[in-house]
């Protein structure tokens, strides 16, 4: 009996074999031409992609948006070469069962990748909106550097130290950004003090002086700000402020070390004093100190 069942389940498996093989020789001209059609579809899809790029050129696109547009313009052939294979092999009804599907898993999928979306959504914000673009030196999330990359999950910035730093996009879209390169100068802010003993009007007229000679943007004294600011412990604090010809962060750190080289050098020729901190103690007369082990 077992011997009977089992030449029995052979047989219909044999069976099966033949039709599956008499099915795929009925339609090997069907795979070829699902194959063709599939090499036609990607290369196709490499071609109408360089070909969007071109036309975008004309455009006042960013890069990034240009190539967020040509990728899904290349996603769109494919997608339509692979539903006409499926269409060419008579898969009609996994095509409905596939699009049936789509819309849970799309949820599924939606739900479990909620940061991703987010930050996906907030890349095509970055790549389209003109506040941000690649080669500006901006400052967000308590990060500065230079922007070299925006994608659909992070913003790439380089920092002054050539360290890469990549910033999620939703933080970039949620949190205040300072752009150092939307106009053509940056202003230098110097804080420093001097002692209670200098000729406040002397000190004044020197450090403007001294900046116009060591930067050739600054023309006249006008353009020096120049402001006592409080009477500190040890010193009378003041902020000098001038502008530069750069947009750059470090250039504007490199500027501040020029300048505070050169104020302490025409302080020191003209002996004005920088205090440090002090503290003074007053004891009465009749405190007596001893040392007691």
């Keep these: 009996m077992m011997e009977l069942q089992f030449s029995n389940a052979w047989q219909k498996m044999l069976e099966k074999m033949h039709s599956w093989l008499d099915s795929i020789v009925l339609n090997i001209p069907n795979i070829i031409i699902a194959i063709i059609v599939f090499i036609l579809a990607l290369l196709a899809s490499k ?141 230098v802010i110097l804080d420093c003090g001097v002692g209670y003993e200098s000729d406040l009007r002397a000190t004044r007229d020197l450090v403007k002086k001294t900046i116009i000679s060591e930067f050739d943007a600054v023309q006249n004294k006008d353009e020096v700000i120049f402001l006592y600011k409080e009477f500190g412990d040890s010193s009378i604090n003041f902020e000098t402020r001038f502008w530069i010809k750069s947009t750059s962060a470090i250039e504007v750190a490199k500027a501040k070390t020029k300048a505070i080289i050169a104020i302490k050098e025409a302080f020191d020729q003209n002996n004005i004093n920088i205090p440090f901190p002090i503290r003074t103690l007053h004891f009465p007369d009749k405190v007596a100190i001893t040392n007691e082990v």
């Design 47 to 187: 071609y109408i992609s360089k070909l969007a790029l071109r036309l975008m050129d004309k455009t006042k696109l960013q890069l990034s948006m240009k190539n967020l547009i040509s990728k899904m313009v290349s996603m769109i052939v494919v997608l339509m070469g692979l539903f006409l294979i499926l269409g060419i092999l008579d898969l009609g009804k996994a095509l409905n069962t596939i699009l049936a599907g789509a819309g849970v898993v799309g949820l599924a999928v939606g739900l479990a990748l909620q940061g991703a979306l987010a930050n996906t959504y907030a890349g095509i914000v970055l790549s389209y909106i003109k506040h941000i673009k690649f080669g500006d030196w901006i400052e967000t999330s308590d990060y500065e550097g230079e922007v070299v990359n925006i994608d659909l999950r992070a913003v790439t910035l380089k920092q002054s130290d050539n360290n890469l730093v990549y910033i999620p996009n939703k933080l970039v879209v949620e949190s205040p950004i300072k752009n150092f390169s939307t106009t053509s100068q940056s202003r």
